[in-house]
């Protein structure tokens, strides 16, 4: 079964500080990723989404993600983050043809003003 | 977002009840799932359908039912409410058309306490 690993779930930063969120997945055949993102008291909404071509993929909000296959990774990226960017992060998977996402644990990234 | 909608919002019953959570989509999707999340475990999958008379079970599907009235309804049943299924439920979409993409979109989450 395909698999979905977030580390440090919890993570506390001052604004304009750098995040860098780690996501891994344990499938080794063609994947489609994405990073959501869940507010406080808000629904699962979707920050950015990689399929094909520039492993490399902006998304809303400065938010960016880089594909790399080899490490089978997909960490999500924001060069100065924002006390309104304090929310839950969610990596999640699909394998080609199978229309199931797994999530993974999710990142509770709190920004401190 | 506001096309998938789910009621109650919020939800607290006692052990051994029968609760039905409701998921409306005006998206024209035609797949629809519900997952519940807890705290630090993510979102898990309870079943999914892909359209009216297909209905799969998720990797956490014991303890619950689902029905899919409509192309547009998905309703999750707990038969029998224990506490240990407290927790944020949340119904989502997808659209066949996507092909492979499986861009999921989610309603605003059902808090169930179960006492």
């Known amino acids: 079964a395909q698999s979905v690993s977030q580390h440090n779930h919890h993570v506390i930063l001052s604004e304009a500080a750098s995040l860098e969120l780690g996501c891994n997945y344990s499938y080794g055949g063609t994947v489609n990723l994405f990073w959501y993102v869940q507010y406080p008291g808000q629904h699962l909404q979707l920050l950015l989404k990689?399929?094909?071509?520039?492993?490399l993929v902006k998304g809303i909000k400065g938010f960016e993600a880089e594909f790399i296959k080899s490490k089978f990774s997909f960490n999500l990226r924001k060069p100065s983050v924002q006390w309104s960017d304090t929310a839950e992060y969610f990596c999640a998977v699909t394998v080609y043809g199978n229309n199931r996402l797994a999530f993974g644990k999710g990142n509770q990234v709190v920004v401190i003003p | 977002d506001a096309d998938v909608t789910q009621t109650p919002r919020n939800r607290i019953t006692k052990t051994g009840k029968r609760i039905m959570l409701e998921c409306s989509q005006t998206?024209?999707?035609?797949?629809m799932y519900w997952y519940r999340q807890d705290p630090g475990l993510g979102l898990r999958l309870i079943y999914y359908?892909?359209?009216?008379?297909?209905?799969n079970k998720g990797e956490i599907s014991d303890g619950y039912s689902v029905s899919r009235q409509a192309q547009a309804k998905f309703s999750l049943s707990l038969e029998s409410a224990i506490p240990n299924q407290t927790a944020l439920y949340f119904c989502a979409t997808s659209d066949r058309t996507s092909g492979h993409y499986n861009e999921q979109f989610f309603g605003p989450g059902t808090r169930l306490t179960v006492l």
């Open positions: 990689y399929f094909s071509g520039d492993p």
């Open positions: 359908s892909f359209d009216v008379k297909d209905i």
């Open positions: 998206k024209g999707h035609d797949r």
